[in-house]
């Protein structure tokens, strides 16, 4: 790391709780996209009832394999979200406790 504050590759590492707790907060939103589609998808498999053929088989094998791995990777996004999120207040929490001892101190 130089004097900059940063690496000699050139990437920064400073953070913004603010910009990092919106970032967790737009990923919890994608998660939830996701995750209704997901059920949206098992609602749409459950109307297909009438639908005679080994397409259909086919079909809903091929969904039912892929489903619980697209539940994980929904489950995976929703943790970094939340990470980020609980990450950032964290930081903010820290930084007021800095403030009030500097407060405290003069």
Known sequence: MNNTGTFDGGFSFRISPEALDNDGKEILKIAKGMHDSLESIEAS??????WVSQNKLRYEERIKNALPKMY???NVVESFGGVACQTS??????????????DFDE
């Open 45 to 50: 498999m459950s109307t297909l009832g009438s």
């Open 89 to 102: 207040r964290k930081i903010i929490s820290a930084e007021e406790k800095i403030s009030r001892s500097m």
């Open 72 to 74: 994980e990777l929904v």
